[in-house]
């Protein structure tokens, strides 16, 4: 399963639009070119930007990697993952699944395949290295923020959801984060969209690719963007 993400900058050529529909608004894109948190090498328990409605309007807003319930006490358990299959049955995640649901934008999610010796690093990105809307929860915590620039008022926090795998993806890992395509971001996002069609939304993506980088991304320390060059051929 992921753990660290790649977010570079919104590309300058991609009207919002393509991603978000008539969710895209002037503001939305000055927010995704000037305030999305990026980073080569993003590791949990650190701020991310997430993409959520507020209302009739979809907004970009800083949260903390690790679900944090207003019961927990532990900040250390905090998870960064969700599986699919208990976010029904777990009341971890129960509440948010059902009304809080978030995007996280990404330009890609690191992976580690099993070798021999050692553990090979790869990028799972979109053939065309667009970006990936990968499927959250969010909540709120109120207390004092861990982590600099977050919210004063309180914490917003995620998780992402895993599904299986399929395609190039099963070649590599189990798990992946779930991917929401373009078409759906309205209903995954608006909390009354029935949850069968929700539920449906989680499936595993046959069409991402992937290919190897440096383990040099194996540190979190490493932030340099060339952590995420390609070391050899893209598998499709």
Known sequence: MAGRLYIPPYPADLPPDELFGS??????????????????????????????????????????WGLTPSWLEIMNHAPHVARAESLE??????????????????????????????????????????????????????????????????????????????????????????????HQVRDWLNAETPLETVRSMLTPNASLAAFPVARLVNDPEHQEWSVAHPTGPMLT
């Open 89 to 182: 049955t777990r009341r971890m995640f129960r509440e948010s699944f059902i009304s809080q649901r978030a995007l996280i934008p990404v330009g890609g999610v690191y992976v580690w395949k099993e070798q021999p010796r050692m553990k090979q690093p790869f990028l799972v990105t979109h053939p065309t290295r667009a970006p990936l809307l990968l499927a959250a929860l969010w909540t709120r915590h109120f207390s004092a923020p861990l982590m600099e620039g977050l919210p004063p008022e309180g914490r917003d926090s995620f998780a992402l959801i895993s599904v299986e795998c399929a395609g190039v993806t099963s070649r590599l890992t189990d798990r992946m984060p779930a991917v929401i395509a373009p």
């Open 23 to 64: 969710l895209a608004t002037p503001a939305l894109e000055r927010q995704l070119r000037s305030e999305l948190l990026v980073s080569a090498n993003r590791a949990p328990r650190m701020p991310a930007s997430m993409l959520r409605l507020e209302g009739p309007r979809l907004r970009l807003v800083p949260a903390l």
